[in-house]
Each structure stands twice: as C-alpha cells, then as structure tokens.
C-alpha cells in the first residue's frame, strides 16, 4: 500500500505537467515563452541597477569620505597593523579584536625604499 501511494505521489507531478504542456502548446513554445521570461526578468534587473546608479547618488559613499586606509598588515590572528591618512596626516595604528591605539603619527615625506638606498649606497661607494 506504502509503495502504490509513494509511486502515486512521485507520478503526480509529471501527469500535471503533461496535462498542462499538451493544452498549452509544444514544448518549443513552452521554451520560448520561459526564454522570454527569463530576459524579462534581467532586463528588469538592469533597468533598475541603472536607476539606482543614476538617482540614488545622494547616499554616501566609502569614497568620498577624508579618511583613507593605505595599507593593512597582519600580524597574527586579529591582530594587525594598519596605516591611514586623515586629511594629509599619516597614522600608524595597531588593530586589535578589543582595542585600537595610535602608535605613532608619520610626518614628512615616505622614505626611500630600501633597495634604492642599498642601490644609492653602493653607487657612491665604487
């Protein structure tokens, strides 16, 4: 009885479907019909990504904001250096899962890195 029943329920669908496909049409026009639904349905989509690029400007950005982060180091699991600018000002902070300190504020111009000074050291040197 459990296995005419199970059958009964696994054959529904596909008698439903058969039903249904044969008083619509063939299975070209089904497909064609879901094709066209489907490029509906993306086109939507696109329109209003567009809109929202277009008329949705005024919400603030990440980009236009005066704190930068310019680079992001890791020194082990939640831990890790991170190097800002704020308004001109470069700052060293260390990032912790509990905490965030100053260590220390950089002034001046970046130093050379240290290849071209080996490279400027040994020029003078020959």
Known sequence: ????FSLLLFMA???AYGA????TGSPFAE???LFGGLVLIIGLILLLYAASQRWLRWLPTAKTGHI??????SLGPKKSLCLVEVRGRELLLGVAADRIELLCQLDGE????FAE???RELEGSL
Do not use: C, Y
Request: charged share 40%; proline share 7%.
């Open 20 to 23: 249904t496909a044969s008083e």
């Open 117 to 119: 000074t080996l490279e």
């Open 1 to 4: 009885m459990k296995l005419r």
């Open 68 to 73: 930068r982060v310019v680079e992001m180091r």
């Open 31 to 33: 497909g064609l019909r």
């Open 110 to 113: 970046p130093r050379e890195r």
């Open 13 to 15: 669908p596909a008698v």
